[in-house]
């Protein structure tokens, strides 16, 4: 109950209108990926999917931040079930794509962010090979693009409240990884298939 006002209210504040381009709402296991310029993204995203599967998917955030004061860490742990992980590089004890893999299960979908962190720039900067990773271990599961319009500007770095102005997401059709193809052609093709749906929000 709390989690579905929390998500309704995130859709209001932001008036957020999510579109599915390439692909239906539709209860599968997934990992959405998209373009990352507010701490807005990953709880936005989130709420804008349907009850059914808002309770079966967690977004990945960094632990540095959603670990700070006292409304954060609950909003991480009990409302988003977030799986916070250290923005630091990879050590065999410490490695995010372990952690990502254990809380994919058999059941969950996830939300991440290929970026690494947010970005100010026009187009998204290359992504980081944890996408990668993940579409190679888990070849099953679909890989859907997203691109998230104006968070940057409804809460910018450092704001605390939303300025009231109108946001969007686009889904996009889902990609897997080829038969052979190198992790840097992957990884680009990705970036370009968030870049590509952006197209749709003008439309």
Known sequence: MISGL??????????????WHG?????????????????????????????????RTRMVAAHDYW????????????VFRAVLIERKK??????????????LGDDHSLIIFPEGGRQTSPDPQPFKAGLF???????EVELVPVWMENLNRILP??????????????????????????KVDFLERARQSVICLRET???
């Open 133 to 139: 990773h993940l579409a190679k271990r888990r070849p």
């Open 67 to 78: 670990s700070v004061g006292r409304l954060r860490p609950w909003l991480a742990q009990s």
């Open 23 to 55: 692909c239906g709402p539709e209860l599968r296991q997934r990992i959405y990926f998209a373009n990352h310029t507010s701490n807005l993204d990953g709880p936005l995203l989130w709420a804008s999917l349907p009850a059914p599967l808002r309770m």
């Open 157 to 182: 770095k450092g704001e605390f409240l939303p300025a009231p102005l109108l946001g969007s997401l686009v889904f996009g059709t889902p990609i897997r990884l080829e038969a052979g193809e190198t």
């Open 90 to 103: 990879p050590t065999a004890e410490c490695n995010p794509l372990d952690t990502m893999l254990q809380a």
């Open 6 to 19: 929390i998500a309704g209210s995130l859709r209001m504040a932001t008036g957020a209108l999510a579109r």
């Open 201 to 203: 929000t003008c439309s």
